[in-house]
């Protein structure tokens, strides 16, 4: 019986998904957990994340071609409808599932991971890397992190928001090298994809529509903007709330310019680390 972990990636989803998997599973690194991932290319570095086995399976039905019935399952995904969910629920033999939904609700024999919601077979928490809770000396004014994905070039169509504040480019993992280096010219200061941690810890404030970027940069002592991408959900909006993280719509550059100015003044909450409680919870639901 084997135990597996499933992200979705891609270079239309980005890696929100895959960061917040690599925090719970540097907290269970003495269990033999595979990560699966829907994208190749992500797998084939894992180990630079510190995961031993990975493997790229390219849709989540091609999960039951490297697992077998009655092996465990966490599973970290909108793909599946409710049909497929309640056929994992029977295959696997312990089944969890990580939402971000406020609305979602546990189902059946699973167990549930989920930052709003509570109660039996279900653990509330959010999920953070140790290395972020580590203050950094802050010596990037302004950083700005579209996300690890752009498959429409929206960064580019969408560069007069931050025009003139002088920001540092942190460049995402499924840009197109041509794209990539486009983007090089615009910035003054650019960040590789491999000085990520680096880029997160060490700026001051950080402009991003990535959701795990802003806990991360809560996390070592930042000043997250959150700007809600149309492309993406807005499960994150009552978190961020919660945590006083200011949130833009829209490409807004004046509130943008206004949120800057008065930043200061804004009393950011400390996220809390509950990365150990959610290891604990996959362990006691996994009989690991």
């Known amino acids: 019986m084997k135990t597996y972990y499933y992200v ?28 699966l991932c829907s994208d190749f290319r992500i797998a084939q570095i ?35 409808n409710p049909i497929m969910l309640e056929d994992m629920r029977r295959y696997f033999s312990s089944f969890i599932r990580v939402s971000d939904d406020k609305n979602d609700k546990q ?31 802050k010596t990037i004014e302004i950083a700005y992190f579209f996300g690890d994905d752009d498959y429409e070039k929206d960064l580019q169509k969408h560069l007069l928001f931050i025009d003139g504040l002088h920001a540092e480019l ?14 090089k010219k615009q910035f003054t200061k650019y960040h ?25 940069s809560l996390a070592c002592g930042g000043k997250p903007i959150y700007f809600q991408r149309e492309d993406k959900r807005n499960n994150f ?12 719509h829209n490409y807004d550059k004046n509130k943008l310019v206004e949120v800057l100015q008065t930043i200061g003044k804004r009393n950011y909450v400390k996220p809390t680390q509950f990365s150990n409680k959610i290891a604990k919870f996959i362990k006691e639901s996994l009989n690991l």
């Open 8 to 35: 979705h990636t891609g270079h239309r989803f980005g890696l929100d998904r895959f960061r917040r998997a690599v925090a719970i599973l540097n907290r269970l690194q003495e269990e033999n957990i595979t990560l």
């Open 46 to 80: 894992a180990k630079e994340f510190g995961i031993e086995e990975s493997v790229g399976i390219d849709v989540v039905r091609n999960i039951p071609q490297i697992a077998s019935h009655g092996d465990k399952l966490i599973f970290d995904s909108e793909e599946a």
């Open 107 to 137: 189902e059946g024999s699973e167990f549930l991971i989920s930052p709003y919601l509570s109660g039996d077979c279900i653990c509330n928490g959010y999920a953070i890397d140790d290395a972020f809770f580590e203050e950094t000396e």
């Open 170 to 183: 942190q460049l995402g993992f499924y840009y197109f090298l041509d794209y990539e280096e486009n983007l």
């Open 192 to 216: 590789e994809f491999e000085a990520y941690e680096e880029t997160i810890k060490k700026s001051k404030i950080l402009i991003t529509a990535s959701t795990q970027a802003v806990l991360e």
């Open 237 to 248: 909006d009552d978190l961020f709330e919660k945590l006083n993280v200011p949130i833009i």
